[in-house]
């Protein structure tokens, strides 16, 4: 049983047990930034017996016999186990009282999503979704140019996440399956980051969408493919600014390529995910590339450049400071920016809403 509940006060960093569920690659991201943060890692259970034994050499802790049996030894839990199987654990986790990091999407449906949130909303441990974008200290600057107007009214938008893990049709995974991944691939799994990052840093939402998606291998292995390598998105913001985003899984050289351009009538500014030390501001007369120095940092990107200028952060400083994050939600804190599970529910409204239009080809609103 978890020893922090709604009575206890939050236990100190170092008492907070932590365990995780799932083997992979996400699993041990997870697994570093849970040490970074200071909290003990417990241990893990993975999808069956040899599973768990790997994953506990893997991450150099305890390999547990059950799901029920890692939560009963925890205060909180990170989820990172198929998609299919997010909201029945994340549930179990919070029903005894966890907190909980749940890996997107949330779950495999905007329904499923919505109530996981709800349960979440009336419970008092913290829920969140590692939307880890938002932690680079350059994404909370683009965030602040457009608080302080110095972006002006948003005008059009433009965004893209592209990777090439699946070009080929010998590259397959278990998000291929939807019984495991659920019916939207390439965008429940990146697009949800898109469509997040887009939101945080405008500080508004999507209104409405259009959208159309493709396979680009009908037949992977033994699996009939009937979920999409990529999607295609015409949208409109709440203030009525227009965008297109591209989402795809089969862009030859493209590993992780995460861009966001938002224009406004007094500037605009690019985010390329990449790049993650740089922000390119554009003006009419002069644009410039702003790379992360202390000078000129937003007090909330500040808090996050935990090293000088010219020490790269990168991917797993974003990971360490969003379970950081989580954690001093924990002890009560109340951290800028923290990626929700009303968060994790907004990105399965917004699949939900792409598969919906995919298939009839009609608008489709997205403000509920
Ligand atoms: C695979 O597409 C993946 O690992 C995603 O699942 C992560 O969320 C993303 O950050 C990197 O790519």
Avoid at 23 to 52: K, Y
Avoid at 92 to 116: H, N, Q
Avoid at 153 to 158: D, K, P, Q, Y
């Amino acid at each position: 049983m978890s020893q922090l509940n709604s009575q206890q006060a939050a236990p100190a960093m170092q008492e907070l047990k932590v365990g995780v569920i799932g083997g992979g690659f996400m699993a041990r991201t997870h697994a570093d930034a849970i040490r970074r943060a200071g909290a003990q890692l417990i241990g893990v259970r993975s999808n069956g017996e040899q599973s768990t034994r790997q994953a506990s050499a893997a991450l150099g802790v305890p390999g547990f016999g059950s799901v029920e049996a890692l939560l009963a030894q925890c205060d909180a839990v990170h989820v990172t186990s198929p998609n299919a199987l997010h909201a029945e654990q994340a549930a179990s986790a919070l029903a005894a009282g966890l907190s909980v990091v749940c890996e997107k999407p949330l779950a495999t449906s905007a329904r499923e999503a919505g109530e996981l949130a709800l349960l979440a909303s009336r419970s008092r441990a913290v829920a969140s979704v590692p939307f880890v974008y938002r932690y680079h200290p350059m994404v909370r600057q683009a965030r602040a140019h457009v608080q302080e107007g110095k972006l002006g009214r948003l005008l059009t938008v433009r965004g893209q996440y592209l990777q090439d893990w699946m070009h080929t049709v010998s590259d397959s995974n278990w998000r291929v399956e939807p019984a495991k991944g659920g019916p939207s691939r390439a965008f429940a799994d990146i697009g949800s980051h898109l469509v997040d990052l887009l939101e945080f840093i405008a500080g508004e939402r999507i209104v409405r969408l259009n959208a159309t998606t493709s396979i680009a291998h009908k037949q992977r292995g033994a699996v009939d493919v009937d979920t999409e390598d990529a999607a295609a998105l015409i949208v409109q913001m709440a203030s009525g600014a227009i965008g297109t985003l591209m989402v795809s899984q089969v862009n030859a050289g493209r590993k992780n390529a995460l861009t966001i351009e938002l224009s406004g009538d007094r500037s605009a500014l690019e985010f390329k995910q990449e790049k993650p030390e740089e922000l390119w501001i554009g003006k009419p007369d002069m644009s410039s590339i702003l790379s992360r120095q202390a000078a000129d940092l937003s007090p909330d990107a500040a808090r996050l450049s935990v090293v000088p200028a010219g020490h790269p952060m990168g991917y797993l400083d974003a990971f360490a400071a969003f379970v950081a994050d989580t954690y001093a939600a924990i002890r009560r804190e109340a951290p800028d920016g923290l990626p929700t599970f009303a968060d994790g529910a907004r990105a399965c409204r917004l699949t939900d809403a792409v598969l919906e239009s995919a298939d009839s080809g009609d608008w489709i609103d997205t403000d509920d």
